[in-house]
């Protein structure tokens, strides 16, 4: 898609233009004035281009117009729509309307743009021009900023210009290194496991009593720890654990003797209520089952419906309503009707109902003379 100059003035070429019937031959001596040439800016709607003056014809329906200044002040994808319906068919052309200093960049009389490489020269940062760099090919950057935290000289020396030195120089906030070259401020050597304990162990609790630390924490649990043991013994709690354990045979004798459960007159008594063998052979002496010839007596009577009944039932003088699927009975009564009761008047047959009068529904021909297609209305 070929690229405009935003804002600027510019002669271009449409085509080609060619003629509506045969969309071949090319119109050369069509009058296209400004109101047939319509734009399209940035995808708002088409309007009359704003120059003013009548297209220019060059060679085989190609032709020439300018675009004002107004034209072109819109970035964003221009389309130009040429149309004049009596003579030619419509033509479209694109292009792509660009920052002035982007198009210049790229296209102006000696411009930059990409060297062979496909690089840029950067010649600002969001508007602020570029530092020249003291190295040829080297970007001159200033560090100010490490992990989006600010970073201040004494925290950074300027490591470009003077370089680092350990004597001097302090990085705050470093967490973990690999190798620590000189110690300043730790013991010669790391202590061993044993001494760690004895430093735990041994310092003094007073010095850990801060609300919501670890060590506060810790004397509190084990204060409440001591005092519920305390309480247990003031309770007697091994008296009491003692107790659970009083339960005798006399005791168990004692419930057994009271428990007043069924007598063997009781479950007699039940279970004569229960049915007997014999019981459930008389009924099922009793119960009369269907024989073979009874279920096809039966079966044979839910087909009884025989031909004869199908074919001299009358149909009722009903019609399936127009566009609706009808039924078997609404089918054939629309047919009968249409070939034996039915008044036709210029395009229109009304089909009647069984009584000669009453109209059942309508179709409509094509033509009161010749028809040739004919729909129910």
Not at 111 to 137: E, H, I, K
Not at 324 to 335: E, K, N
Request: net charge negative; glycine share 8%.
């Amino acid at each position: 898609m070929p690229f405009l100059r935003q804002s600027t003035a510019q002669a271009i070429m449409f085509g080609p233009c060619v003629d509506k019937t045969d969309g071949v031959t090319a119109e050369t001596g069509l009058t296209l004035a400004q109101g047939d040439m319509q734009l399209s800016k940035d995808g708002a709607a088409f309007a009359q281009k704003s120059a003013a003056g009548n297209a220019t014809h060059g060679t085989a329906g190609w032709y020439t117009t300018t675009l004002s200044t107004t034209d072109t002040a819109t970035v964003g994808e221009l389309i130009l729509q040429v149309d004049q319906d009596a003579n030619m068919l419509p033509v479209w052309a694109r292009w792509w309307v660009i920052e002035e200093a982007i198009y210049d960049a790229l296209f102006a009389a000696s411009a930059a743009g990409f060297d062979a490489s496909q690089r840029v020269d950067v010649g600002s940062w969001l508007g602020t021009a570029a530092a020249t760099p003291t190295v040829a090919g080297v970007p001159e950057v200033d560090l100010t900023h490490m992990g989006g935290v600010a970073q201040s000289a004494a925290d950074l020396k300027d490591f470009a210009d003077a370089g680092y030195d350990p004597a001097t120089d302090k990085i705050t906030g470093v967490k973990t290194v690999d190798t620590t070259t000189t110690n300043t401020d730790m013991v010669g050597a790391a202590p061993s496991a044993a001494v760690n304990a004895d430093a735990v162990w041994n310092e003094a609790a007073a010095g850990h009593t801060d609300a919501g630390k670890a060590g506060e924490q810790q004397w509190t649990d084990i204060d409440a720890i001591l005092a519920d043991t305390n309480e247990l013994q003031v309770d007697d709690t091994p008296a009491a654990i003692a107790a659970l354990n009083d339960l005798s045979a006399a005791n168990v004798a004692s419930e057994l003797a009271t428990y007043d459960g069924p007598t063997k007159a009781e479950m007699d008594t039940a279970h004569a209520l229960l049915a007997t063998p014999a019981d459930v052979a008389t009924e099922l002496g009793t119960y009369d089952a269907p024989t073979k010839a009874e279920m096809d007596t039966a079966f044979a009577a839910l087909n009884d419906i025989s031909v004869a009944d199908i074919l001299t039932t009358a149909l009722a003088d009903a019609y399936a309503a127009n566009g609706a699927a009808p039924t078997l009975q609404q089918c054939v009564m629309g047919i009968q009707q249409t070939l034996q009761a039915f008044a036709i008047a210029g395009t229109s047959i009304s089909v009647k109902k069984l009584d000669g009068s009453t109209e059942a529904f309508v179709i409509t021909l094509d033509d009161a003379t010749n028809p040739v297609q004919a729909i129910r209305s």
